[in-house]
């Protein structure tokens, strides 16, 4: 059975293999094989989760603003 939530700790620090800059993020997103969305709000989706039987974890919806 596979968990429905996972935190991942990591104790010791870590070096990255690479990092790239992206000058151009949209751009990037845009030729990538991804799809991107963007909300004004994320209220209605908060709601909506809330009125559900979805077991999600919502902890960083108290960084949102409405």
């Not at 870590?14 to 963007?38: H, N, S, T, W």
Request: aromatic share 4%.
């Amino acid at each position: 059975m596979m968990p429905t939530q996972a935190i991942i700790r990591q104790s010791k620090p870590f070096k990255p293999v690479a990092v790239d800059r992206v000058d151009d993020l949209l751009g990037y997103l845009a030729e990538a094989p991804v799809e991107l969305r963007i909300t004004p709000s994320l209220m209605p989706l908060k709601r909506a989760i809330l009125a559900s039987t979805v077991n999600f974890s919502m902890i960083r919806m108290k960084n949102a603003v409405e």
